[in-house]
């Protein structure tokens, strides 16, 4: 039986549950290992997405889908089961990441556009076959005020590279993602919460222009923003700030007709990822569901109780189940303090 888009996206959205962004390139899960003291080969990056994958609890109750990178997508588990086949029968949706990379951008010193459209649309439907159902491409949108950053140029070729790619999805049957992600962490990240907003504001906007002139339908995709919050380095403020600002920019700008919200944690801290979505949830009044869509927020508990050694899956696996757990009732908004420190 076929799936429509919009069945495959609600089933992203499942309540209580969220996305494991699993889709760490090869260079960037070096960076994850190097933390740990473990080889970037490709045995032990098996061997580490298996101890996520076969997290039963985590797997069949917090998460709703799961990013791969292409290698990831075609491996099995030691016991020879496909991964897409692992996570289809938890009940979660297997997606891939799809997008080349940022590149800098000719003639905008300072900025980036995603590359990675030439040859799409057979890798889509060589994922499709795969077991792909979904697929992510991420925008970056650096700021930098005081080198007049970012430039519309800049936000303009994302959103129409974004939009590109979201058709090119929904011809072969795969849920977009659409990730305009606005950065705020690096060593230039001093902007306060009002930068973020604007910016924020001002990439949304010209992203659904871009939609609606490709003629994406908005109910067969996920939108994967940056939550609006001050720069890393910049004038911090309070979780119910970052939860109200966030909330009044996406009624702003996202269509009512997008089904799902499911944020990037971006350099956050894993609990205050965390809190911010609780807060959000607990908020309400917006017309689309809030989820967690989270890498590193989700994974460096695990990842650090693992550290490369069988006889430490276990406590990999129940790391990764109560970043999981936690998620998932701040994505139902039931998520305390309290909560945390009892499961600690």
């Given at each position: 039986m076929s799936e429509t888009l919009q069945e495959i996206a609600a089933a992203m959205m499942a309540d209580g549950q969220g996305i494991l962004a699993a889709d760490e390139s090869t260079g960037t899960i070096k960076k994850r290992f190097d933390s740990i003291g473990v080889e970037n080969v490709e045995a032990n990056r098996q061997a580490y997405r298996e101890m996520l994958f076969t997290a039963e609890e985590a797997m069949t109750k917090y998460i709703s889908g799961v990013?791969?990178?292409?290698?990831?997508?075609?491996?099995?588990?030691?016991?020879?089961?496909?991964?897409?086949?692992?996570?289809?029968?938890?009940?979660?949706?297997?997606?891939?990441?799809?997008?080349?990379?940022?590149?800098?951008?000719?003639?905008?010193?300072?900025?980036?556009?995603?590359?990675?459209?030439?040859?799409?649309?057979?890798?889509?439907?060589?994922?499709y076959k795969l077991g792909a159902r979904f697929a992510k491409w991420r925008a970056v949108i650096d700021i930098l005020p005081s080198e007049g950053l970012p430039t519309i140029g800049a936000i303009s070729a994302n959103a129409h590279a974004l939009a590109r790619y979201a058709a090119l999805c929904q011809e072969n049957g795969i849920v977009p993602i659409v990730e305009p992600e606005v950065i705020m962490d690096g060593p230039n990240s001093h902007h306060d919460i009002d930068t973020n907003y604007k910016v924020t504001e001002d990439t949304l906007n010209i992203v659904f222009d871009e939609l609606y002139k490709l003629r994406v339908d908005l109910t067969g995709m996920i939108l994967k923003p940056n939550?609006?919050?001050?720069?890393?380095?910049?004038?911090?403020?309070?979780?119910?700030?970052?939860?109200?600002?966030?909330?009044?920019?996406?009624?702003?700008?996202?269509?009512?007709?997008?089904?799902?919200?499911?944020?990037?944690?971006?350099?956050?801290?894993?609990?205050?990822?965390?809190?911010?979505?609780?807060?959000?949830?607990k908020i309400g009044g917006f017309p689309w569901k809030m989820t967690f869509s989270y890498g590193r927020a989700l994974q460096a508990a695990a990842l650090s109780a693992w550290g490369g050694k069988k006889e430490?899956?276990?406590?990999?696996q129940a790391a990764f189940t109560h970043r999981a757990k936690m998620n998932g009732m701040a994505a139902l908004g039931t998520w305390s303090a309290e909560d945390e420190r009892e499961a600690a």
């Amino acid at each position: 039986m076929s799936e429509t888009l919009q069945e495959i996206a609600a089933a992203m959205m499942a309540d209580g549950q969220g996305i494991l962004a699993a889709d760490e390139s090869t260079g960037t899960i070096k960076k994850r290992f190097d933390s740990i003291g473990v080889e970037n080969v490709e045995a032990n990056r098996q061997a580490y997405r298996e101890m996520l994958f076969t997290a039963e609890e985590a797997m069949t109750k917090y998460i709703s889908g799961v990013i791969l990178f292409d290698e990831t997508l075609r491996q099995s588990t030691l016991d020879g089961r496909r991964f897409a086949d692992v996570i289809k029968a938890a009940g979660a949706v297997p997606g891939i990441k799809v997008d080349a990379g940022a590149k800098p951008m000719a003639g905008f010193p300072g900025e980036k556009v995603t590359e990675g459209l030439d040859g799409l649309r057979e890798r889509l439907q060589e994922y499709y076959k795969l077991g792909a159902r979904f697929a992510k491409w991420r925008a970056v949108i650096d700021i930098l005020p005081s080198e007049g950053l970012p430039t519309i140029g800049a936000i303009s070729a994302n959103a129409h590279a974004l939009a590109r790619y979201a058709a090119l999805c929904q011809e072969n049957g795969i849920v977009p993602i659409v990730e305009p992600e606005v950065i705020m962490d690096g060593p230039n990240s001093h902007h306060d919460i009002d930068t973020n907003y604007k910016v924020t504001e001002d990439t949304l906007n010209i992203v659904f222009d871009e939609l609606y002139k490709l003629r994406v339908d908005l109910t067969g995709m996920i939108l994967k923003p940056n939550m609006v919050v001050p720069g890393q380095n910049g004038p911090q403020v309070s979780p119910q700030e970052v939860a109200e600002r966030t909330i009044a920019c996406l009624k702003a700008t996202v269509p009512a007709a997008v089904p799902g919200i499911a944020y990037l944690s971006g350099g956050q801290s894993d609990e205050l990822a965390t809190e911010h979505l609780a807060i959000m949830n607990k908020i309400g009044g917006f017309p689309w569901k809030m989820t967690f869509s989270y890498g590193r927020a989700l994974q460096a508990a695990a990842l650090s109780a693992w550290g490369g050694k069988k006889e430490n899956v276990a406590a990999g696996q129940a790391a990764f189940t109560h970043r999981a757990k936690m998620n998932g009732m701040a994505a139902l908004g039931t998520w305390s303090a309290e909560d945390e420190r009892e499961a600690a």
